[in-house]
């Protein structure tokens, strides 16, 4: 009796174990792994992922930028692939049995137990036919993914491009897996998050005959997609067209800004290239093409944003703000020209001006008009010499400077960029041992010297003298899925350090260069345009001597004089004298953008603009073992 209560005892204590072991471990599964626990490393689960809609671009009157489109890859999960006859595989996928290792021996590289892809992009006609057959060979499939399209051949890097996240990323990311795609450059790289939308997955059950039993944990772990978000640019695709035109055989950049908000409303460079060269099959060859250092075009760089010149005559206006604010100077104050400014003790230290004001007294009005270095040139060492030591009086001149947004990121929603160049005294300290006064860098009255700037710092600037005193950080998106953004820092003011008086007389005088100075074969009836022309030295090393190459044009201007709607920067490399191209450049955009129509007076003028090239001067400067110095020494 005894014993079959101890036997039945024994029994109750199996079982109750037996069950404790497996409630322990329904708990390890379901609660503590739970629906965190991801089963893309269990070779009996399989996955379908569903690409949502890449968000659509539009600019900011609602044309169509950027949409999408439907691409097939054939995908490949190394572990499961079993294939008796290799060469009728090739044929069905039209690759050669080379090409078919090369590719397989990739993907087990990356992992044996994870898909990649094989066969990117399938041409649409394949694709019907292969769906059909490749039920046949284990470890491959279709996987259905959405690409850009481009339906206006302009902006290329302002939009930038989507391609492959890169093996490290996809093994990292819980986002991305290998072969799928995120934005590269411009707005796709900026708002990558908001753009690619939220992947679907669905998990099935497998056996090992590698055949689906059903769904995973009864659809537990299954998500949906999520579409992305569209974005409205500030662009204004038009006008951007219309700059690019312009620009045709011509190297630089323009960017045009609304200064009431900071908007950007163009961003050219030139050359560039049709974003719908980096979409398809055929983009893997265009992308060694556009993106060869060897290119001397260099299609894929963007000069509005990363080529940081010297900003010639327009930085006079910097320097005469700064003079004003100083008190070293006023609306009165006059000097005179003698055909140039001599600094120094060496008789050839001499800065020529071209002016044409010879022996008479100049003020501020006329030497911004007129353009003169000597006016220019005795300002800014009036502004180095007020403090005791110069390096004090240069990190004042520094001090303003950068109040504009010169030599920094500027803040903009883009990737790119340069900080360009303003110098302080430390600058200056280090190089000459603290041996130096206005005389050593009397270059930087005229915007030559050391100083750089990038065709959007120097609109930035133009954009806060059209305010008097103050701008909005530049900004390339306008709404988010019709949301007006609320990002405060591009709809917040910056105040410059110069007093609001003192822009109203360089504003005269910027109207004064296209009524009677340098810009005034370039007027538009009907528009009050204020600029500033400009010319910057450019140079070439050979064999350590310095020779001069044809100076680069510059145009800054805004427009109306009141209540201005635009201001903008015009770049155009070797193009010689601001007057003879990028001031009609400039007038036509200004005349486009705010009439909506090219005047008949004007015509010719567009004519000449858009038929002109500089490609043989390009040729015959192109770098051979030069080394490019593009800036006054």
Known sequence: MKTNNAKKKLLYLLISLTGVIFIGKLFQLQILRGVDFDPVHNASIKIEYDYPERGYIYDRNGRLLVANQVSYDVMVQPNQVKLSDTVEFCKLLKIEKEDFITRFKKAENYASYLTSVFLKQLAKEDFAYLQEKLHKYNGFYIQKRIIRDYPVNAAANVLGYIGEV?????????????????????????????LKGKKGKKYFNRN??????????????????????????????????????????????????????????????????????????????????????????????????????PPGSPFKMMNALIALQENVINTETTFRCYGGYRYGSKSHNFMRCHCG?????????????????????????????????????????????????????????????APGLIPDGKYYDDIYKYRWTASTNISNAIGQGEVLTTPIQLANFTAAIANRGYFYTPHIVKKIDLKPIKNPEFINKKQTTINTEYFEPVVEAMHEVFKTGTGRWSQVNGIEICGKTGTSENFV?????????????????????????????????????????????????????????????????????????????????????????????
């Not at 640019?233 to 960017?255: F, P, S, W």
């Not at 004042?396 to 950068?402: C, D, F, P, S, V």
């Open 166 to 194: 890169n093996e490290e990323k996809a093994r990292n990311s819980n986002d991305y897996e290998q072969g799928e795609l995120e934005g590269k450059e411009g707005v796709e790289r900026e708002y990558e998050a908001l």
């Open 208 to 309: 090992r005959f590698n055949k689906v039993t059903g769904s995973f944990k009864n659809g537990l772990m299954d998500s949906l997609s999520e579409g992305g978000k569209d974005l409205t640019l500030t662009i204004d695709i038009e006008l951007q067209l219309y700059a690019q035109q312009l620009m045709n055989g011509k190297r630089g950049g323009i960017v045009a800004i609304e200064p009431s908000t900071g908007e950007i409303l163009a961003l050219v460079t030139s050359p560039s290239y049709d974003p719908n060269m980096l979409v398809g099959r055929d983009r893997s060859k265009n992308s060694i093409f556009l993106m060869d250092p060897n290119n001397p075009e260099k299609p894929t760089y963007d000069r509005a944003l990363l080529a940081a010149y």
């Open 357 to 417: 004001i010879y022996d008479s007294p100049i003020a501020l009005k006329t030497g911004i008009a007129k353009s003169c270095n000597s006016y220019f040139s005795n300002t800014y060492k009036r502004i180095i010499e007020k403090k005791r030591k110069p390096s004090q009086g240069l990190d004042t001149w520094n001090k303003h400077a950068t109040s504009f947004g010169l030599g920094s990121y500027l803040g903009y929603d883009l990737p790119s960029g």
């Open 541 to 633: 090393r050979v064999n350590g001597y310095k020779q001069q190459l044809a100076d680069h044009s510059i145009l800054v201007a805004f427009a109306p004089k009141n209540n201005p709607k635009i201001a903008l920067a015009v770049f155009v490399e070797n193009g010689g004298f601001g007057s003879t191209i990028a001031a009609p450049i400039t007038s036509l955009m200004i005349e486009k953008y705010l009439n909506g129509y090219i005047s008949e007076e004007n015509k010719l003028r567009e004519t000449n603009m858009l038929n002109l090239s500089l490609q043989d001067i390009y040729n015959y400067y192109r770098p051979k073992n030069k080394e490019i110095a593009s800036r006054k020494e």
